[in-house]
């Protein structure tokens, strides 16, 4: 294993750095294969493949965590298997087995280690499992073939970082319709947001907020985060719809804003035209950790919520805990930490 040299482990930001280790198995006639780490990161497959065409392929995205210890630990791997499998049922892709996505995970950190980033850098190494459709296909139909791999890269901050507000616009494009594939974590809903992002990074915001496809009166995401508010009375809310990623930390932040803070937390509609009802809002995802909303641009006016440059109270307990859980200097609950060494 090589030793990352010169590595900036307090400014990564959030882009791709190929290291030493990936997991690939292979799906075909039924059956996965054992799969095997390789070092080659490059994948080649038919031209013909279903997921260049007709974006037949799913993926995901969590974290491992060097303790103050110096410990290794993942965050809650189990809810992104089962999360895949969701995935692949929406795309006719032959699920990916619980036991066989942990441990494709727990191999590729094990395998990179070195990459892990110190505790107190606010680094941490990003898992990319995936899986696409391949071999020969010319016909719009599910792929005979499979492949499911597992990569990793140091990451630092995906907004701004730690706990500066950043600004959204409310876009009038939608990521996903209303009994479509949003639920689901496939290629597709993001395709579908680019033009969107560019369009609000064009403008000096951070993303953009996705109302909901039918109306388009209610919050669903914040790019590709989800969204909470705390209301002037102090209760987390977060929204629910089919048409929302089912975002891990946002299922763990409500449990954390109950459990941890003695916080009233629902799921229910935040309407966009009722903003005044919050307190502090924020996104909430593993790339985006928990990103202070300053403000949201709707109909030409920035509506801002606890301050542009300043962290609201809560967001920033809800910060502290998530985070002290997920780097092990805070006891998580039963089930949420996968040692990895
Ligand atoms: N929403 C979208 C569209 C995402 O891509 C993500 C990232 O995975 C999230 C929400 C947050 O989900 P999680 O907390 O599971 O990372
Ligand atoms: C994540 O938070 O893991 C995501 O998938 C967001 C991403 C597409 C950068």
Known sequence: MSEPANIDWENLGFRYMKTDFRYISKWKDGDWDEGRLVEDNQICISEASSVFH????????????????????????????????????????????????????LRVVKANKTYVPPYGTGGTLYLRPFVIGV??????????????????????????????????????????APFGTGA?????????????????????????????????????????????????????????????????TRKSLLEVARGYLGIAAEERDVFIDRLDELSEAGA???????????????????????SETEVGPVTRKLYDTLTGIQFGDIEAPEGWIFKVE
């Open 54 to 105: 007709y974006g037949q392929g799913c993926f995901e995205g969590l974290k491992a965590y060097r303790t103050q210890s110096g410990t290794i630990q993942l965050f809650r791997v189990d809810q992104n298997a089962k999360r895949m499998q969701e995935s692949c049922r929406r795309g006719i892709i032959p699920p990916v087995p619980v036991g066989k996505f942990i441990d494709a995970c």
């Open 184 to 248: 689901a974590k496939m290629g597709g809903n993001y395709a579908a947001s680019l033009m969107p992002h560019e369009l609000a990074k064009r403008r000096g915001f951070a993303d953009c907020v996705y109302l909901d496809p039918a109306t388009h009166t209610k919050i669903e995401e914040v790019g590709a985060a989800n969204f909470f508010g705390i209301t002037r009375d102090g209760r987390f809310v977060t929204p629910c719809s089919p048409s929302i990623l089912p975002s891990v």
């Open 135 to 176: 071999g020969d296909l010319i016909g719009v139909s599910p792929a005979p073939e499979y492949i499911f791999s597992v990569f990793c890269t140091p990451v630092g901050a995906y907004f701004k970082g730690g706990l500066t507000p950043v600004n959204f616009t409310v876009s009038g494009y939608d990521r996903a």
């Open 284 to 306: 909430c995802g593993t790339a985006a950790v928990i990103t202070p909303i300053g403000g949201i641009e709707y109909r030409g006016r920035l509506h801002v919520f606890f």
